[in-house]
T-cell receptor
Framework: DAMVIQNPRYQVTQFGKPVTLSCSQT?????MYWYQQKSSQAPKLLFH???????NEADTPDNFQSRRPNTSFCFLDIRSPGLGDAAMYLC????????????FGSGTRLTVV | AQKITQTQPGMFVQEKEAVTLDCTYD???????LFWYKQPSSGEMIFLIY??????QNATEGRYSLNFQKARKSANLVISASQLGDSAMYFC?????????????FGQGTELSVKP
């Protein structure tokens, strides 16, 4: 089945140690999004790619970076994780020609120790 | 300013009864879409229902219906015949114009608990 896959499902990283979360899709969607969701809060958009065009949200910290080497893959890099970066990270994709066609991955739950 | 507002942090409903979860939104874009998602404790986002701003009729999907009142800018979710498995967090979300990359903006969520 076509889907959005996030790896790993759970990630534990040390304070200050760079970490990369990955997202892959088999839907051939042209837009990929990264959301951060802290406990009991709404998902918050960090950035998105429209094809190769990177779009950063104004309040996304510089500590967060992203790469999209091809249509299928998108990575979230946290350069120096702090305790406040512990959260669920959700990847989503969409094809803008289908207004309601969003697909979410299962998320990566990040713990910072 | 909040673009999506869910005023009910938590709701309780008796099994087999109907429940309405409130959502109001704010946008000046004439083209937008409204979504409801269910998020169980496992964390995945499960799509429930969608309403486009130009849709004439309220959306329905099985036990889910969306009460869309455009003039009031509200998009309430109605779950009929609640089941124990409906206990979860529910998020209302809005997609503004497609020229903004179609990003979804989420409300704060409502935690629904279904009592046996």
């Amino acid at each position: 089945d076509a889907m959005v896959i996030q790896n790993p499902r759970y990630q534990v990283t040390q304070f200050g140690k760079p970490v990369t979360l990955s997202c892959s899709q088999t839907l051939n969607h042209n837009v990929m999004y990264w959301y951060q969701q802290k406990s009991s809060q709404a998902p918050k958009l960090l950035f998105h790619y429209y094809d190769k065009d990177f779009n950063n949200e104004a309040d996304t910290p510089d500590n967060f970076q992203s790469r999209r080497p091809n249509t299928s893959f998108c990575f979230l890099d946290i350069r120096s994780p702090g305790l406040g970066d512990a959260a669920m990270y959700l990847c989503a994709t969409s094809r803008l020609s289908i207004p309601h066609g969003y697909t979410f991955g299962s998320g990566t739950r990040l713990t910072v120790v | 300013a909040q673009k999506i507002t869910q005023t009910q942090p938590g709701m309780f409903v008796q099994e087999k009864e109907a429940v309405t979860l409130d959502c109001t939104y704010d946008t000046s874009d004439p083209s937008y879409g409204l979504f409801w998602y269910k998020q169980p404790s496992s964390g995945e986002m499960i799509f429930l229902i969608y309403q486009g701003s130009y849709d004439q009729q309220n959306a329905t999907e099985g036990r889910y219906s969306l009460n869309f009142q455009k003039a009031r800018k509200s998009a309430n979710l109605v779950i009929s015949a609640s089941q124990l498995g409906d206990s979860a967090m529910y998020f209302c979300a809005m997609r503004e114009g497609l020229n903004q990359g179609g990003k979804l903006i989420f409300g704060q969520g409502t935690e629904l608990s279904v009592k046996p």
